[in-house]
């Protein structure tokens, strides 16, 4: 039971490349989410999926696009990444819609 | 929105004594109040939380205690040991139960110094 896994752990970018993070979970959660963490910023929310096919816009969901492939998988995509996209990237799953568990996160460093 | 607000930022205690964090929010009706728990380098933890129906909860050395009247709720740690060392993270939510206006606060850096 692995819960929450995050690929890749850690990336970098140079500006206008683009990449997507992968989030899958084993719990058969309906809620999933993506936030960033940046120091002093405390953890917010980029997008937040409810349950299969549905998605909705959080805190800061500028430059960033998402996916619910399925139930257990929820992707993260930069199109064309920007040096303030410099952060670190937790993927979150819960049965409702208060986050429960997280993933190892994602270490991301765009030059 | 709902907004939530966190004291202090930082916090020193020397081992064996008690740590308290409070929060405050602004949104009277949040209604779930849960606390997380992030070492250095690793993902945040679910280490309690408390509904608004509970004035106080504990558990082993750690408890939580909410004032609706005011809108905030606290976060005590007795004995403090090395271990506890980390970032805490409270948070509210409404009683919608949707992900999307569940709301972090900027976090407490606590340091428990042998």
């Known amino acids: 039971n692995a819960g929450v896994t995050q690929t890749p752990k850690f990336q970098v970018l140079k500006t206008g490349q683009s990449m997507t993070l992968q989030c899958a979970q084993d719990?058969?959660?309906?809620?999933m989410y993506w936030y960033r963490q940046d120091p002093g910023m405390g953890l917010r929310l980029i997008y937040y999926?409810?349950?299969?096919?549905?998605?909705d816009k959080g805190e800061v969901p500028n430059g960033y696009n998402v996916s619910r492939l399925n139930k257990r998988e929820f992707s993260l995509r930069l199109e064309s990444a920007a040096p303030s996209q410099t952060s670190v990237y937790f993927c979150?799953?819960?049965?409702?819609?208060?986050?429960?568990?997280f993933g190892d996160g994602t270490r991301l460093s765009i030059l | 929105g709902e907004n939530v607000e966190q004291h202090p930022s930082t916090l020193s205690v020397q081992e064996g004594d008690s740590a308290v964090i409070k929060c405050t929010y602004s949104?009277?009706?949040?209604?779930?109040f849960p606390w997380y728990k992030q070492e250095l380098g690793k993902r945040p933890q679910l280490i309690i939380d408390?509904?608004?129906?509970?004035g106080e909860k504990k558990d082993q050395r750690i408890a939580v205690t909410l004032n609706k009247t005011a809108k905030h709720f606290s976060l005590h740690i007795t004995e403090t040991q090395p271990e506890d060392s980390a970032v805490y993270f409270c948070?509210?939510?409404?009683?919608?139960?949707?992900?999307?206006?569940?709301?972090f606060g900027p976090g407490t850096r606590l340091s428990v110094l042998p």
């Open positions: 979150a799953s819960s049965e409702g819609g208060r986050p429960q568990h």
């Open positions: 719990m058969n959660h309906n809620s």
């Open positions: 999926s409810a349950s299969e096919g549905t998605t």
């Open positions: 949104d009277s009706a949040s209604n779930y």
């Open positions: 408390i509904r608004s129906n509970v």
């Open positions: 948070a509210a939510s409404p009683p919608d139960n949707y992900g999307q206006n569940f709301v």
